[in-house]
């Protein structure tokens, strides 16, 4: 995890280089390594407040998320979050295929990924899911496929 220091100097780096090429402003930081929705409210927003200190106009916050990591998170605390500007984030769910999520030890079931992705609706986050099409393995691609259709249909039925 990188100190709030070493994020400042990043983004200060940034701001010199827009700075030195007369460059245009920017609208949008997507926060690499990881999942860094993982990280507690609290040092979310310190980063989105040193983002927005050196880049103003930045609009919208991106990063990587697991299903985990927003469950963590109160539904006060999604609000703030996209207060902030995060926005955009790109939650790893890797299939919808129980089967497959139970064998690679993932922590959350088909269910659950409906379930915090209708929170993140509920606080105006926007969201993609990252699939991996091959991962139920060989012979298993059409159920893998099928499964993870059922339960995104389901999801926006229900939602």
Known sequence: MSSLEDIEEDLLEVKAELSRWNSQKVNRVYIAGANPFVLKFQRLKEIAELIHKYLPDCKTIGCFSRVTDIALKTE????ALRKLGYDG?????ETWDQRILEFMNKGYTPEEIITQSHRLDAANIKYNYFYLAGISGSGRGQIGALETAKVILSSYLVG
């Open 76 to 79: 006060e605390e999604l609000k």
């Open 89 to 93: 984030i790109t939650i790893g769910v």
